[in-house]
């Protein structure tokens, strides 16, 4: 079965997009694996697939596979792409755009200046929301926002537990505080708090440093695919949890890996602007390289 695809990235969090209005699209997790893998397949973090919406609030339906080949919620990098990628390639020229996504509606704006302003939605840190069974936990109160201590099982660095705050922006979040993203243990902790049996359906690990009231560094490992160059919506819960805590004030310029996002949340509207990048189209056999990989595993 052969697609057409478009390979994108926002601030280096990278995608295979598919138009599945134009084309006949069945994605599976073993399709979604191989086109993500980076020896056999195209390589992305992500797959996006945009379909018509299914209902009529929406202009169009937007769903995300992971690298692993689950589906997840949301993907603020993902969500800027889609806008370009609807716009680049004829599907609509209406902007703003709305995107249906499993969790609600999205509203996408792309700007004269090539960067896209997504409003990302509802930001809720409840730990029901996340989900994460927060009961028995040791937690403390800073600002207005809740940090829980999670223990970690032989904890891979050596410590025996992390301090987190818990944000749910349709993804879930757990944001942590550090003295330098360049020297924290982003690939030890990050597998290890992603799959904490805290967290049934797993999380986001974001590594945050403050550099100033309106300036974080970030980096994020995020289930499913590791960690990115970017992650929008770990940006956007680092920003809410930094602001609740008394460590940050709207807006805030979030250094990535990747790129410069720019968050803003007055407690109410979250919203994120940062690039989308189209790279190069092309066309994929992708049962071929299901085949492909079944082979070489």
């Given at each position: 079965?052969?697609?057409?695809?478009?390979?994108?990235?926002?601030?280096?969090?990278?995608?295979?997009?598919?138009?599945?209005?134009?084309?006949?699209?069945?994605?599976?997790?073993?399709?979604?694996?191989?086109?993500?893998?980076?020896?056999?397949?195209?390589?992305?973090?992500?797959?996006?697939?945009?379909?018509?919406?299914?209902?009529?609030e929406a202009?169009?339906?937007?769903?995300?596979?992971?690298?692993?080949?689950?589906?997840?919620e949301h993907?603020?990098?993902?969500?800027?792409?889609?806008?370009?990628?609807?716009?680049?390639?004829?599907?609509?020229?209406?902007?703003?755009?709305?995107?249906?996504?499993?969790?609600?509606?999205?509203?996408?704006?792309?700007?004269?200046?090539?960067?896209?302003?997504?409003?990302?939605?509802?930001?809720?840190?409840?730990?029901?929301?996340?989900?994460?069974?927060?009961?028995?936990?040791?937690?403390?109160?800073?600002?207005?926002?809740?940090?829980?201590?999670?223990?970690?099982?032989?904890?891979?660095?050596?410590?025996?537990?992390?301090?987190?705050?818990?944000?749910?922006?349709?993804?879930?979040?757990?944001?942590?505080?550090?003295?330098?993203?360049?020297?924290?243990?982003?690939?030890?902790?990050?597998?290890?708090?992603?799959?904490?049996?805290?967290?049934?359906?797993?999380?986001?690990?974001?590594?945050?440093?403050?550099?100033?009231?309106?300036?974080?560094?970030?980096?994020?490992?995020?289930?499913?695919?590791?960690?990115?160059?970017?992650?929008?919506?770990?940006?956007?819960?680092?920003?809410?949890?930094?602001?609740?805590?008394?460590?940050?004030?709207?807006?805030?310029?979030?250094?990535?890996?990747?790129?410069?996002?720019?968050?803003?949340?007055?407690?109410?509207?979250?919203?994120?602007?940062?690039?989308?990048?189209?790279?190069y189209t092309?066309?994929?056999?992708?049962?071929?390289?299901?085949?492909?990989?079944?082979?070489?595993?």
């Amino acid at each position: 079965m052969t697609w057409n695809f478009t390979k994108m990235h926002g601030a280096g969090n990278d995608f295979v997009v598919l138009d599945g209005v134009r084309q006949s699209i069945d994605m599976t997790p073993e399709r979604a694996r191989a086109l993500a893998d980076r020896h056999f397949g195209i390589g992305a973090d992500q797959i996006l697939l945009v379909e018509p919406a299914t209902v009529h609030e929406a202009d169009f339906r937007y769903r995300i596979f992971n690298a692993d080949g689950s589906e997840v919620e949301h993907c603020g990098n993902g969500a800027r792409c889609f806008v370009r990628f609807v716009h680049e390639t004829g599907l609509s020229d209406r902007n703003p755009l709305r995107a249906q996504i499993a969790t609600g509606i999205l509203v996408l704006d792309e700007g004269d200046d090539e960067q896209v302003t997504v409003d990302m939605g509802v930001t809720r840190f409840d730990p029901a929301a996340l989900p994460f069974d927060a009961d028995g936990l040791t937690k403390r109160q800073e600002g207005e926002d809740t940090l829980y201590v999670l223990p970690l099982a032989d904890g891979p660095d050596g410590r025996a537990s992390v301090e987190i705050s818990a944000v749910a922006i349709s993804n879930p979040h757990a944001v942590l505080r550090v003295d330098d993203v360049d020297t924290a243990p982003v690939g030890l902790l990050g597998p290890v708090i992603e799959s904490h049996p805290r967290f049934p359906r797993r999380v986001n690990a974001g590594f945050m440093q403050v550099v100033d009231r309106h300036h974080i560094r970030l980096r994020v490992y995020e289930r499913g695919a590791g960690e990115t160059l970017a992650c929008g919506t770990g940006a956007c819960a680092a920003v809410a949890a930094g602001i609740r805590r008394g460590l940050l004030d709207t807006p805030v310029q979030v250094q990535a890996r990747g790129g410069v996002l720019t968050v803003g949340w007055d407690g109410k509207a979250l919203r994120m602007t940062g690039p989308a990048t189209s790279v190069y189209t092309g066309q994929v056999d992708v049962d071929q390289l299901v085949f492909s990989m079944a082979l070489n595993r």
